[in-house]
């Protein structure tokens, strides 16, 4: 149901083009690629920085199994 819903307030094919428009007059034909550049920088780094968490959650799980792995091969 909320699909349908949210699906309802999505621009269509005419209101994208408007947007798009309104976007270039508001910042001008140079300005949009430093916008873009900006905004892939900005991605890239959000991205590294959801790796080093994964990667630091997947260390400390890695350390909590350790001593259970021992304890299991002593016995």
Not at 4 to 29: A, H, R
Not at 39 to 52: D, R
Request: charged share 35%; hydrophobic share 40%.
């Amino acid at each position: 149901m909320t699909n349908l819903f949210l699906l309802g307030f999505m621009p269509s094919g005419s209101e994208w083009i408007i947007i798009l428009l309104v976007i270039l007059l508001l910042f001008g034909g140079k300005k949009i690629p430093e916008l873009m550049r900006g905004l892939g920088k900005g991605v890239k780094s959000f991205k590294e920085g959801v790796n080093e968490a994964k990667e630091e959650i997947n260390k400390a799980k890695e350390e909590i199994d350790e001593p259970e792995n021992k304890e299991k091969k002593d016995n």
